[in-house]
């Protein structure tokens, strides 16, 4: 059995599931900490759903066994029902409030989810939802949401919060650090333990 | 020596440039792109890099450097080493005088791929060693080892990472770059580079004698091991290897297997110290086999009985699964936990803005009664539009529409291939269709890039795989020069020429080729192209749903009336589908 922690993030293709994974990884190397994390490339980036496992503190592979994870970040609401048995039973979840339906919502015969059904279906004491859209585009842009849904998260994460700005600073492109350096501390400050 | 959070690939490349690589070549195809894509970001690398048209080619081009004494890699994946399967056979028997790595990717549970056939039957097949790394750590270390045991056998030797090591992450320690360079000398040696069957059979003769010796030195390597913990035994490898460490539990004995072929003597002495044995191992039951033939009377858990499946992925679960079947530990340590059930599913798609998609939608409205052959690529996912009715391999969209026209089908057979995957091993195809007379329509997909797999270039693109520019490919001349007489080229975000292109060659007969053209949609949008996005106008909306069912992932539809999302690439090729010119350009604001 794993003895670290292990934590899932979801979303679609092209939301930055990646860059919030090499964060992680990042502030798991500051720490002196060992990581695995196994993530979707290829096919599967083209609008698909996708996800990424980052195991702190990983030694072995790199797969979450579905209800084992210590915690779920999702970018997208339906992504986070999608992939919410993943989570072991009890542990935390924050999903961003955003929800882009995929196109077979559309043209498949099912009555179309709205935000609201979807967050009813979340609903929970592990939920918490947090617009972190919003809050990157406040911080100067909605490109750092998923930095800033990190922010959010970063109260669950058994890493330090310099590390992960640290992190923050080494994966993000150069010009943009300020913007996600903000989005990050603006996110954290949502959420409070 | 430094410790970097990378990608399994990533660490690949590197090791590559610490065991001092002279020549990589290879086809993209994942889980494999990303060891040269790494490598392209190299400046002034010292070694020669290219994406090669096919991995035949890719094979034998390195194959040629080996023979001057180089250090060459080629990359591909799995399905990628069938067609690099003629001169893999034969080069183990001319062998190689420099390093020789082929590195195969394997993609278990066929996450992008059409089949999930395992490369280690291929090294067994050719008679080659092959390292089959359980993680990251290991897959860089390979790189190194293999080019040493390649000089040591004067043989080519495989690294077979699969997907979840390409594509998963890890804290690696990095070794120092080589700065070792080897300029490729060729010295004439017939008996050993011209296969006529006198030189062959003493070529095959020598390749079995130097098997004993490879077994010996991967024994040495320490690339199995062997913990004796128990009666009963746990052996497993590649990733499963990773998985049994973390599962298994501590009085229970574990093997693992990362090179072959395995020492049976090993095998034999690890099998003969336990009762009962359950064998873990991803695809083919290569392993298990070998553990079979060395058994006497212990009992063998694995594939062959049940325990375990010869298809798909496996993790920490499959693994606890089998332990717990066969009676190894009590009950599953993990829980049996339900996804939610009826989401709308989120597949992967073209992308809004995609050439391709216009191009689908004019040839079904024009041939409604067609067969639509194809091939692979990002246009495979035109399968959800209804426009792709085979796909078989790359370069088999010309040559199976061929097949069905000749048998004598009357229907009107349009075939689609992209425009690396018709130079990849299209191109023979076309001038057998031509030249023995089939009667079918030939869609080039010419976004002039390989974009599935993460946008290598082609010949088709004007730029090697280090930047360089070179003269692109003519498409049309080429298409001429295999005799095809019908060659139309088209915008396909001009929907109305495309139709009427389309309405044109099928009054045609004989082998017609259109060529769609209009640059990745994600390329032009990198490259800086901006087009002003469309927008519905809700009062002229008659909720007809064409534009919806176009299937652009740009377009919703709420409350009865379709509506543009921030995806819009303004392709407008929606306008021109709206019967009631609904759909327009935003207006600057």
Known sequence: MNPGFDIMIVGIGGQGTILASNVLGEACLIEGRSVRGAETHGMAQRGGSVESQIRIGGIHGPLIVPGTADLLIAFDLLEAVRYRHFLKPGRKMIVNSQLVLPTSAFTSEQAILTAADITDMLSGPETTIVDATAIATAAGSPLAANIALLGAASHAIPLDTESLLEGVRRCVPQKTIAINEQAFLDGRAVLQP | ????????????????????????????????????????????????????????????????????????????????????????????????????????????????????????????????????????????????????????????????????????????????????????????????????????????????????????????????????????????????????????????????????????????????????????????????????????????????????????????????????????????????????????????????????????????????????????????????????DTTICMGAAITVASGINLSGESRDVVCTIGDSTFLHTGVPGLINAVYNGSDIVVIILDNRITAMTGHQPNPNTGQTACGTQSPPLSLEALCRSCGVSVVETVDPYDLTNLLETMKKVKAGRGVRVVIARQPCVIVSKREGVKRRRYMVEEETCTSCRLCVRYGCPAIEYHEEKASVNDLCMGCGVCADICPEGAIRQEVKR
């Open chain 2, 1 to 388: 020596m430094k410790r970097r959070y990378l990608l399994g690939n990533m660490a690949i490349a590197h090791a590559c440039r610490e065991a001092g690589v002279d020549f990589v070549c290879g086809y993209p195809g994942t889980p494999s792109s990303e060891i040269i894509d790494t490598l392209r970001q190299v400046q002034n690398p010292g070694f020669h890099l290219e994406w090669s048209i096919n991995e035949k080619i890719a094979y034998e081009n390195a194959l040629g450097a080996a023979w001057c004494g180089c250090r060459a890699l080629v990359t591909m994946k799995h399905v990628g080493v069938n067609v690099a399967a003629d001169p893999l056979m034969t080069s183990s028997y001319t062998g190689v005088t420099g390093g020789f790595v082929l590195l195969a990717a394997d993609d278990p549970f066929a996450h992008s791929s059409q089949n999930e056939q395992d490369s280690r039957i291929y090294a067994s097949f050719a008679g080659i060693p092959c390292i089959d790394p359980s993680g990251i750590q290991e897959a860089h270390d390979a790189i190194t080892d293999a080019f040493e045991l390649s000089e040591e056998f004067g043989l080519p030797v495989m690294v077979r990472p699969t997907t979840r090591i390409c594509h998963s992450k890890a804290d690696v320690l990095l070794g120092e770059l080589s700065e070792t360079r080897r300029t490729g000398s060729f010295t004439k040696n017939p008996k050993q580079y011209v296969v006529i069957p006198a030189h062959t059979r003493i070529l095959h003769r020598e390749l079995i004698e130097k098997q004993p010796g490879i077994i010996k030195r991967l024994g040495e390597c320490n690339f199995n091991t062997a913990e004796i913990r128990g009666e009963k035994a746990v052996i497993a490898g590649g990733i499963s290897a990773a998985y049994a460490r973390e599962t298994v539990p501590e009085d229970i004995s574990l093997a693992t297997i990362a090179a072959y072929p395995i020492d049976e003597e090993w095998l034999s002495d690890f099998v003969s110290r336990h009762t009962e044995i359950l064998v873990i191992e991803e695809m083919m039951p290569v392993i298990e086999s070998a553990v079979r033939e060395a058994a006497s009377n212990q009992k063998i858990y694995g594939k062959k009985n049940g325990y375990l499946p010869y298809d798909g992925e496996f993790s920490p679960a499959t693994v606890a699964k089998a332990l717990a079947a066969c009676g190894f530990i009590e009950e599953n340590p993990y829980l049996a936990v339900q996804p939610a059930e009826n989401l709308p599913i989120r597949p992967p798609i073209m992308c809004a803005g995609c050439m391709h998609r216009s191009t689908f939608f004019a040839m079904k409205k024009v041939f409604k009664d067609g067969i639509f052959p194809s091939d692979i690529g990002c246009y495979t996912l035109g399968l959800q539009l209804g426009a792709v």
